[in-house]
């Protein structure tokens, strides 16, 4: 009686002990769904589209979508301009936390370019139009070609 007073229930549950992403961990996972679960890519058909042109690499070979990954495994994704290179720690098959997520794998990727490199590509005025030849062989010469 005293426990409808206190409004809690008979059962104890043990999905808070267990942890975060608690029955998410198998022994292998798909390469896209893992690529989404840590939230490597925004979506999972952004990380199978990732895969399918060819994008993704897992131990230095192509990956299709639906190829396994494990524990040990090196994934290479080229994703929003940068290339990614991760050691999956732990597969997950569901989308779990940004905290959990940066337990599941190692990030040996190297740092995004600065803004003084990105700069360095080359950016026109909006409006200038396309380049012409003479601007196309200065940014040549500029560029060491």
Same mark, same amino acid.
Request: hydrophobic fraction near 35%.
């Given at each position: 009686?005293?426990?409808?007073?206190?409004?809690?229930?008979?059962?104890?549950?043990?999905?808070?002990?267990?942890?975060?992403?608690?029955?998410?961990?198998?022994?292998?996972? *798909? %390469?896209? !769904?893992?690529?989404?679960?840590?939230?490597?890519?925004?979506?999972?058909?952004?990380?199978? &589209? =990732?895969?399918? @042109?060819?994008?993704?690499?897992?131990?230095?070979?192509?990956?299709?979508?639906?190829?396994?990954?494990?524990?040990?495994?090196?994934?290479?994704?080229?994703?929003?301009?940068?290339?990614?290179?991760?050691?999956?720690?732990?597969?997950?098959?569901? *989308? %779990?936390? !940004?905290?959990?997520?940066?337990?599941?794998?190692?990030?040996?990727?190297?740092?995004?370019? &600065? =803004?003084?490199? @990105?700069?360095?590509?080359?950016?026109?005025?909006?409006?200038?139009?396309?380049?012409?030849?003479?601007?196309?062989?200065?940014?040549?010469?500029?560029?060491?070609?």
């Amino acid at each position: 009686m005293a426990d409808h007073a206190t409004g809690k229930g008979a059962s104890t549950g043990t999905s808070a002990a267990a942890g975060p992403g608690a029955g998410t961990e198998t022994g292998s996972a *798909r %390469v896209d !769904a893992w690529i989404w679960s840590v939230r490597l890519t925004k979506t999972r058909s952004i990380a199978a &589209t =990732a895969c399918r @042109a060819g994008h993704v690499k897992v131990n230095g070979e192509r990956a299709k979508p639906a190829q396994s990954v494990k524990a040990g495994d090196e994934v290479r994704l080229f994703h929003a301009g940068r290339e990614r290179i991760v050691v999956v720690k732990r597969p997950v098959t569901k *989308r %779990v936390g !940004a905290p959990v997520a940066a337990e599941c794998f190692v990030d040996n990727s190297p740092p995004p370019p &600065t =803004a003084v490199e @990105a700069a360095a590509v080359g950016i026109r005025d909006r409006g200038t139009g396309r380049p012409t030849k003479r601007d196309r062989r200065e940014l040549n010469t500029l560029r060491g070609r």
